[in-house]
């Protein structure tokens, strides 16, 4: 368990300047400016502005987004990721990304046992703690509690599908 906290803050350390990012009068930047300047959610910040998603994103909240990174998008099929970018799966692109969206702001402290979360498109989410990680789905959590203005960004390793 030692080795594991250890693991966790050296990861933790190095999303440091990712999680402090501030703007003038110390308010962290919203959801969708977190993520940009996070550098590891291109693929994300272009879908979201493929399915006009971005305005939600920036409004009021709190959210709790399961962000994939680029490397999980890069497990998609790089055909199919274009079509879902095409403005006529807008509704399909959406589906997958406010699956990734929970209203309100869950912490990963927040998280005890095996848990159900129902997501801002509808369906609901499996989240359990395994062997010392927290799993949405079959994506892992690889940096919890990154707060932002409007909500919590959690980092996950693959895409999740509705």
Request: charged content about 20%; hydrophobic content about 45%.
């Given at each position: 368990?030692?080795?594991?906290?250890?693991?966790?803050?050296?990861?933790?350390s190095?999303?440091?300047?990712?999680?402090?990012?501030?703007h003038?009068?110390?308010?962290?930047?919203?959801?969708?400016?977190?993520?940009?300047k996070?550098?590891?959610?291109?693929?994300?910040?272009?879908?979201?502005?493929?399915?006009?998603?971005?305005?939600?994103?920036?409004g009021?909240?709190?959210?709790?987004?399961?962000?994939?990174?680029d490397?999980a998008?890069?497990?998609?099929?790089?055909?199919?990721?274009?079509?879902?970018?095409?403005?006529?799966?807008?509704?399909k692109?959406?589906?997958?990304?406010?699956?990734?969206?929970?209203?309100?702001?869950?912490?990963?402290?927040?998280?005890?046992?095996?848990?159900?979360?129902?997501t801002?498109n509808?369906?609901?989410?499996?989240?359990?703690l395994?062997?010392?990680?927290v799993?949405?789905?079959?994506?892992t959590?690889?940096?919890?509690?990154?707060?932002?203005?409007?909500?919590?960004?959690?980092?996950?390793?693959?895409v999740?599908?509705?």
């Open positions: 368990m030692k080795k594991f906290s250890i693991v966790l803050f050296f990861v933790a190095l999303f440091t300047g990712f999680t402090s990012i501030g003038a009068g110390g308010h962290l930047p919203d959801l969708v400016e977190t993520a940009v996070g550098g590891k959610f291109k693929t994300l910040v272009k879908a979201v502005e493929a399915a006009d998603l971005v305005e939600t994103l920036k009021k909240g709190p959210f709790t987004v399961f962000a994939p990174t490397e998008f890069a497990k998609i099929d790089s055909a199919t990721l274009s079509d879902l970018l095409k403005p006529e799966n807008k509704e692109l959406t589906a997958i990304l406010t699956y990734h969206v929970v209203a309100g702001k869950v912490m990963s402290s927040d998280i005890k046992g095996d848990m159900e979360a129902p801002v509808g369906k609901s989410l499996s989240i359990k395994m062997s010392g990680k799993m949405i789905n079959d994506a959590v690889v940096v919890p509690d990154v707060n932002a203005d409007n909500g919590v960004i959690h980092i996950i390793d693959t999740l599908l509705p």
